[in-house]
């Protein structure tokens, strides 16, 4: 559903306005489905006639009130009797006032009902867009996105942009219209020239609004002394922009009444309060409707940008510059650096890294600028000399890569008033100069050095937050994307979409004076991908020369997806010091490895068998194709009802998912020497019959061999006294990964993986913290939850040898912990170790058996993660050393 279309729902529910049924027309507006509100007004309807309420689960709590309507908004806004229907928006009214309050961001509204429409922004969540808020001080930017986004929607309505071309010729059109706006708000274009000549010049229905927009662009990219002589007055006192910008001709969309006065209304908003670093990525949310649910939410803030190009090039200008502050020479040269430098953001979207980047250049340029006057008692007259050629990106979105030209161009007008601020002169906006080199393709296939040429003598920062795609979630682009970089590189497959521009750009930094840094989620760090791309990385001759740790990336969005991510920056090996970043401070470090910790640049690789003494841990039985071995509880029950015999082949089943949440579930367990005894039974030869139909109709191989045991899972493995069951996939919230004993009655399936038989204090190790710290680090990931692999977490671990005393220790601590769990036994374990919820009985018994672990490594204490870790990496690097040579 569009914005335009609600706003035409809202103007219907208005025109037609009826009491009895307001509610549910205001659902209906915002795209409810029928279905929904039909069964409303059917069990609902009583309820609303006699109490004046209706309760929408999750989406709207409504009240009819007669009077007192604050007072009766604020009550319901704490009453439990609300609020345990989670709605998302409170409504009060007496059908002439019209009260909301948004449970989620607490905006509130206050309207008359019938002038619901001027506020049909307030309820876009109920129609799955979330709407983004930035900093306080600058609303204009989100009024902006959603007054173009009704612009666009009407546009969209009466054109058709089917084609490439199309799509191509609205993009360039909308990125004119935006620089038009922001040009007569801002001194370029005198005030309001641009929308008052549209409404003084085109007709009302709109049916020459593209023929006058034609000559109008026609003019912005002719000089005045080449004008036609016949120009109207009205057109020829519009300046000369040219730039590139009105260079080309595009068809131009036809407009209609409507969308005429979008165009005229979109004109008097305050343009000159946009910021053209968070406005870009909103506008580009407007011509993708995937991405208008959480309009913003691409936009990356400021402050994780300075987290990118401090480290990576501003830090040491500034330096330099406290190094020069007595020397105008000195200062002079480090001018003339800035006016060389190169900025390159492969994956630039709408420009957010290269307007930050520019903007924080000029702004060290002007105080050097300050510096030299003061140092010459007069002023110099120099102007910026840094120009937005020095600037480069690809970017795959056609619009992005418009927006992102547009927006360097604006990011410039607003540099130079405030360099006017501070010097009284500035370089003239128009005519524009030529833009950024902004390339429209894909940066994995595009040559870089076509896009951002390597001189002798240029110094270039290469930085951005490129696409993540998982390997699970790529699609057959990526994956020909990957093949065509990774060539014949060994198990690149393993890899993040992302590697790409990591592996790419290292080999584009190499030998000259350049550096990259970008952007990741964490798994580029953890796993498998450490030893396919970082090995690969460290063997061009690059290194790691910062690394911010793992931290939330969050916007300045209200509804912001945080994500877990990294930054990475690299540079040709040297021996200056690196840098690592982590949560409260920064630690200066000789090297930095692929798992972003100080330290050699070891790799764990899979193991077969583990490092230390300790026993084999297995992947718990493959089932094959039997889902009707499996049983319910209440299958379980029918089955032993009607064959009270059955119960010799009933056991418990337990993998990840029924330990952890507590789930009761079964299967049937035959051996081979009393099958014939169970296909007495005839509901179970009945199952074993279906599962080798299955297994006989499957196209693997491996299954319809299976099917000459049908009675069975692929492995049989099972415990002769007790198991320890080790879920294979873990919420990253937590602090332990949930493990556990199991009697012999239960059988572990290949969703968890298991220890048969072992010694107490095994699993005290392995539930230890320390443990937790080398799963998270080394191990992958499935989605965002931790993935614990045997041959990568378990099997490299490394543990020193312990006497018997210790394990003894150890034994008496896991009881400790059990004896913690029975005493919530009416919670599942997934309850009891959420972090906000963790019982203080059973985080005491955790901590006294993590010091008793580490004890094991040194009687020192480990104070922080990173010294856990960087031990453990030093000690595994001596096993594995020592191994090799046995």
Partial sequence: MTIIEIENNLNDLVANFNKET??????????????????????????????????????????VADKNLHATIDELKSSKDVLKHSPRFIIVTDYE????????????????????????????????????????????????????????????????????????????????????????????????????SISSHTQVDGSDVDSYLARLFKIFNTPENKRDANTPAYLNVFPYVNGGLFRDEYNIPKFTTRSRQLLLEVGQLQWSQINPDIFGSMIQAVVTPEHRGGMGMHYTSVPNIMKVIEPLFL???????????????????????????????????????????????????????????????????????????????????????????LSLWLAEHQMNLEFYKSFGRTSPSLPLHDGGNIVHGNATRVEWEEVCPKNEGDE??????????????????????????????????????????????AKYIQNINAKLAFVSTNSISQGD??????????????????????????????????????????????????????????????????????????VVERRTKPLTKIPKMSYGNYTGGCEELFLSPIEKDDLLKSNPEAKKFIRKLSGSAEFIQGKERYCLWISDSNLQEALDIDDIKNRIEKVRKTRLSSKDESLQKLAQRPHQFRDTNEAKESSIIIPIVSSERRKYIPMGFLDKEYIIPNSAQAIYDAEPW?????????????????????????????????????????????????TELVWGILHEREQHSEKTLAQLYDPNK??????????ALDIAIEKCYRPKPFETDEERLEYLFRMYEEMTSKESKK
């Fill in 460 to 505: 270039i920062y290469v930085l951005g937050n490129p696409p993540y795609v998982g390997t699970r979630n790529q699609e057959s682009s990526h994956k020909e994307d990957m093949a065509f970089v990774f060539g014949k590189t060994k198990n690149y497959k393993t890899l993040d979409y992302i590697a790409c521009w990591f592996y790419i750009g």
């Fill in 97 to 196: 006032t019209l009260l909301g309050f948004d449970t989620k961001t607490d905006d509130s509204l206050d309207t008359e009902l019938l002038n619901i429409t001027n506020h049909y922004d307030f309820f876009l969540p109920l129609a799955g867009m979330e709407k983004a808020t930035f900093a306080d001080e600058n609303p204009a930017d989100v009024k902006a996105s959603l007054k173009m986004a009704k612009l666009f929607d009407e546009l969209q309505k009466n054109n058709h942009f089917e084609t490439k071309e199309d799509i191509h010729s609205l993009n360039v059109f909308l990125t004119r219209l935006l620089f038009c706006y922001f040009a007569e708000d801002t001194n370029i274009f005198p005030d309001n020239a641009v929308t008052s």
């Fill in 529 to 602: 991908q450490v030893a396919v791309l970082w090995s690969n990385i460290f063997n061009m001759n690059i290194e790691i020369a910062f690394a911010h740790q793992s931290f939330l990336w969050k916007n300045n969005a209200k509804d912001n997806a945080a994500v877990i991510v990294v930054i990475i920056g690299l540079n040709n090996k040297n021996k200056n010091e690196k840098k690592l970043y982590t949560e409260n401070f920064i630690k200066r470090v000789s090297n930095i490895n692929g798992y972003l910790i100080a330290g050699s640049n070891v």
């Fill in 22 to 63: 307001f509610i549910f027309d205001l659902l209906l507006a915002y795209g409810s489905p029928k279905s929904t509100i039909k069964r409303l007004q059917g069990s609902d309807h009583d309820k609303l006639s006699s109490s004046g309420e209706l309760i929408v689960r999750k989406k709207v709590f409504f009240k």
């Fill in 762 to 810: 095994i699993f005290g190790i392995i539930n230890s913290y320390m443990h937790n710290l080398w799963v998270k680090t080394v191990g992958g990931k499935l989605k965002s939850d931790y993935r614990y692999s045997s041959v990568l977490c378990y099997n490299t671990f490394p543990f020193p040898n312990i006497s018997k005393k210790q394990k003894d220790e150890i």
């Fill in 838 to 847: 963790m019982p203080e009985g059973l985080q005491k018994a955790h901590h």
């Fill in 315 to 405: 830090d040491e200008l500034y330096i330099e510059f406290e190094k020069s502050y007595e020397s105008k020479t000195k200062l002079q040269n480090i001018l003339n650096r800035l006016s060389k430098i190169k900025i390159f953001d492969p994956a630039c979207g709408s420009g957010n890294f290269l307007i930050i980047a520019y903007k924080k250049l000029r702004e060290l340029e002007m105080s050097i600028l300050q510096r030299i006057d003061a140092l010459s008692k007069e002023q110099s007259f120099q102007f910026s000399e840094i120009k937005l050629t020095q600037f480069y990106g690809i970017e795959l979105d056609d619009f992005a890569h418009e927006v992102a030209m």
